[in-house]
């Protein structure tokens, strides 16, 4: 492809071919050869400062005027892709891109710390937007720029010693899962290669057979074909079929007195996990069933089969490390709770998929489980068995099976036959009215059709005849720890010329329902005590006053919001910040914070006037400490796993009077205390492994002892609550911590703004510094302790340390700049990455498109969004800014939006 090295004509050709592919389109799919990756490599060594510019210039491309930042910025995100499917170990970019790659001068540009520089980012994000690639900026929880790489090539070679693993479904990369589910960005070439790669491991093709199916992939280098085909082809001894994650599906067993379901652990799958991990332990809603221990051979040990009673409807099962650390959990649906009949094969060891429509095999036995108050009426009588708790009876039908099932006298189910639904059917609809605490269901049929039977939910409620052509169900509660935002509507219609049908209908409810489990097994449900109105009429109900929960309590959460699951686009928001759409089913609640920002329910992110759903006042992040006892002059650490304390271990306590102490474990989560600290009780305790904070205990009055922390430790004081991880934005804190922070400006800017913190750490304290404003002494002061060091005071350092504000809040480094008096135009074109300020109002036109692209808005919506959010009171509009600032782009547009006010309005 690359006949020359100049970067317009590289980037032609680049353009040129990915004219072919559909969009959006990932860099490997350009399908480089070695020739090609070659000289790939010797543009970035021929680099120098005066020819690689990551400004907003616009150069032309074939037809195209783009920002030289983006032409740029493609050849690097070629560069980098190629580099890191080769070089990389999985999880990792950077490090292999600064090797011997460039000259020190371009390496000095690129990056900074280990990490990539502004200035790249931006020219790798821009390359992005504007060649179609796919990408996942703007999406919270995610390394933006390294995820946005690896959606190039999808996974590493070093990674491939793992694809059993993500063959299986478990461990998948972060690009695996969006290639092969992600809606927007998902690639049909890449799930062709899984589908073939599935298949392999399945033993439905040969290993002869798959070079040539694999035979032109952009996602498999040529020379990886014979280890991907090893590796995909890997079993353990018996050669069982891999499963789809560490665990197989359960199967229905009734070997013995009692039914049971079997659960296999893939012990093969564990081998690439990690060799330092000496056993496994394996536990079925929070009991432990077995421990796989790794042999000589390093093979695991297991037993085959778990086997576990019908207790609940749902199970998960976990995976732990030997001290109790959670590696991973699935949930397995054994049954729909809400329906009255389900019907198992007892050979199969499966569910029929529709007991009313589906025909029984007549060879076969089945297992029939009935709501309690069903009867079973066969012509060879089974005795039943009580299930889940009493809520269900399960019986032994032989074959073939000649059982019908009645509801007070009546009958409510037979085995299906494949007869085609009357006509007439067509006509009956069904809707539900809201009735207080309760919802009525509606059903409208024909004059001569009589509705004899109505359940919903396995409540049966009494009927009256409204009008010859609807009936009305009594109202049905809806409270209660099961009911779930829909109704499960068992009807049986009779008309007058003799015909009796049974109809299941399902009708979805404008109710909010989020649910925590624990390990234990129990359920939590939460929130809100009393129904309170919420986003689109959406209610919470029946549910404990909204509480506050830490991340490690949400490790198998279940939210349900309004409306079918089909038509999903509510999402769940920590404060400001998008966590993503709502479990519906049992799984982890991934990208949390744990800020003291409130859980809430959201019908989208932006452009909503509809209030919140308020789900968790705040979410906290204890990590895995659960609690703090005292006893006379010991302090003791509980944690939530078992462990054994080691000599790395060791216990920080911040008492009343600001006082740290550091005290060694030894052994054990006992701690003596000082005779002299003895009558107080700590303001917090945290449990460190050498420097790294495993977990945290805190008094509920933390808050009132952060100014006696900083007369003691003044210079430690912010980076320890920063490593903390104290809730600072939770609502009966933040007026204190306000204070506090605003006391210390200049020393809070510093802690939060440091370039090795993630953008979740700058993210927790945005809405603190969100109003601050600045004397023009203070502003000279925090724009020279926020440049790098030996940076020489200027115009360079102040726009150095303002690119460290940008991060916390665009319009706190306006203010700090205006504030100082530094020269603004120099200011406007760095952080517009171009050469004059004309180019960068040119720019502020730009950057709407980019931004709306992450928001999923229109370009016009956030230009008008970024003009309002230069204001110092946004009104109404205040919940979409703050949410729009956690995108680099946005505010990247409120900043230069502000300057340029400032600039053409002279001080």
């Not at 000095?108 to 020219?123: D, E, I, K, M």
């Not at 012990?267 to 332990?281: C, Q, R, T, V, W």
């Not at 689109?536 to 919001?561: C, H, K, N, Y």
């Amino acid at each position: 492809m690359f006949k020359h090295l100049h970067t317009i004509l590289m980037c032609e050709e680049i353009v040129r071919v990915s004219r072919e592919l559909q969009k959006p389109w990932s860099l490997c799919e350009l399908g480089l050869n070695a020739g090609e990756f070659s000289a790939l490599q010797e543009w970035a060594r021929t680099q120098k400062s005066s020819t690689l510019k990551l400004d907003n210039v616009r150069v032309t491309v074939g037809d195209r005027s783009l920002p030289r930042a983006a032409v740029e910025g493609l050849l690097l995100a070629l560069l980098a892709s190629e580099i890191g499917r080769r070089e990389a170990s999985e999880g990792q970019i950077w490090s292999s891109l600064q090797r011997d790659v460039f000259s020190p001068d371009i390496a000095v540009l690129l990056f900074s710390g280990g990490q990539p520089t502004p200035a790249l980012r931006h020219a790798i994000e821009l390359a992005c937007v504007e060649f179609d690639l796919r990408h996942v900026f703007g999406r919270s929880g995610l390394q933006n720029w390294m995820d946005s790489i690896y959606l190039q090539f999808g996974f590493t070679q070093r990674g491939l010693r793992r694809l059993p693993l993500w063959l299986g479904g478990s461990g998948q990369p972060q690009a695996v899962r969006i290639l092969l589910t992600d809606p927007a960005q998902r690639s049909d070439s890449f799930q062709a290669l899984w589908n073939t790669l599935k298949r392999l491991r399945a033993s439905k093709i040969s290993p002869n057979a798959a070079p040539g199916e694999l035979s032109g992939c952009p996602w498999v280098l040529p020379e990886w074909t014979q280890e991907v085909i090893a590796q995909a082809s890997r079993r353990d001894a018996a050669a069982r079929q891999a499963s789809p994650g560490w665990f197989s599906p359960p199967r229905f067993r009734w070997d013995g007195e009692k039914p049971e379901f079997e659960l296999t652990c893939d012990g093969f799958s564990l081998l690439d996990l990690d060799p330092k991990i000496d056993a496994f332990d394996v536990k079925i809603d929070g009991t432990w069933k077995t421990r796989m221990v790794r042999q000589s051979d390093g093979r695991y040990s297991a037993v085959n089969v778990i086997r576990f009673a019908l207790d609940r409807p749902e199970v998960t099962a976990t995976l732990h490390r030997r001290d109790g650390t959670l590696i991973d959990s699935e949930t397995f649906t054994l049954w729909d709770e809400e329906e009255d009949v389900t019907i198992f094969r007892i050979v199969e060891g499966t569910r029929v998929p529709d007991p009313y429509q589906t025909p029984l095999a007549p060879t076969r036995e089945h297992a029939l489980l009935l709501a309690q108050d069903l009867e079973l009426c066969s012509v060879r009588p089974t005795p039943s068995i009580r299930v889940g708790g009493g809520g269900w009876r399960i019986y032994r039908v032989p074959a073939p099976c000649e059982a019908i099932v009645r509801f007070r006298g009546e009958l409510f189910w037979e085995p299906a036959a494949p007869i085609e639904p009357p006509d007439w059917l067509q006509s009956v609809q069904t809707t539900w009215l809201r009735d207080g605490e309760a919802v009525r269901v509606e059903v409208w049929h024909p004059h001569d059709v009589t509705l004899t039977h109505l359940r919903v939910n396995r409540q049966t409620p009494a009927l009256t005849q409204r009008r010859a052509d609807a009936t009305l169900s009594e109202p049905i509660s809806v409270r209660g720890a099961d009911f779930a935002p829909q109704l499960q509507c068992h009807l049986r219609l009779h008309r007058t010329d003799g015909d009796t049908v049974t109809v299941h209908r399902t009708m979805h409810l404008d109710l909010v329902r989020m649910r925590v489990r624990r390990p234990t097994g129990s359920t939590l449900n939460a929130p809100a005590g009393e129904p309170t109105s919420s986003a689109a009429g959406a209610r919470v109900l029946d549910m404990p006053p909204p509480i506050s929960l830490g991340i490690e309590d949400l490790t198998d959460v279940q939210i349900l919001p309004p409306g079918p699951p089909d038509v999903d686009t509510w999402c769940v928001m920590e404060g400001d910040v998008l966590i993503g759409a709502p479990n519906r089913r049992w799984r982890p609640m991934l990208g949390l914070l744990g800020s003291g920002a409130p859980l809430v329910l959201r019908p989208r992110p932006y452009n909503t006037t509809e209030p919140d759903t308020m789900l968790l006042t705040d979410v906290t992040d204890h990590g895995l400490v659960t609690r703090v006892t005292f006893h006379k002059n010991t302090l003791t650490v509980h944690t939530r796993h078992p462990m054994e304390a080691g000599t790395g271990h060791h216990i920080r306590v911040w008492w009343p009077d600001g006082d740290i102490d550091d005290i060694r474990c030894n052994d054990s989560w006992t701690v003596s205390v000082p005779a002299s600290r003895q009558p107080w009780r700590p303001v917090a305790v945290a449990l460190a492994w050498h420097d790294e904070r495993i977990g945290a205990w805190w008094s509920d009055k933390w808050s009132t002892a952060l100014s006696a922390l900083w007369r003691k430790n003044e210079n430690a004081s912010l980076p320890f609550v920063r490593w903390l991880r104290l809730p600072l934005l939770a609502a009966r804190h933040q007026s204190r911590v306000r204070r506090w922070a605003t006391a210390h400006q200049i020393d809070f800017l510093d802690a939060w703004s440091h370039p090795d913190l993630t953008e979740n750490e700058v993210t927790v304290v945005r809405p603190l510094v969100r109003r601050w404003t600045f004397s023009q002494r203070t502003a000279a002061a925090i724009l020279t302790r926020l440049a790098p060091p030996g940076t020489p005071p200027g115009t360079q350092a102040a726009v150095l340390a303002a690119w460290r504000l940008l991060r916390l809040d665009p319009l706190l480094a306006g203010r700090v700049l205006v504030a100082s008096r530094a020269p603004l135009p120099p200011a406007i074109e760095a952080f517009s990455f171009c050469s004059c300020v004309e180019d960068a109002r040119r720019e502020i036109e730009r950057l709407p498109a980019q931004a709306a692209r992450m928001m999923n808005v229109e370009p016009a919506y956030a230009s008008a969004l970024a003009h309002r959010a230069c204001n110092i009171r946004p009104g109404d509009d205040a919940r979409n800014v703050n949410t729009a600032l956690n995108l680099d782009p946005f505010r990247r547009l409120v900043l230069l939006r502000y300057l340029l006010s400032h600039y053409e309005r002279p001080l």
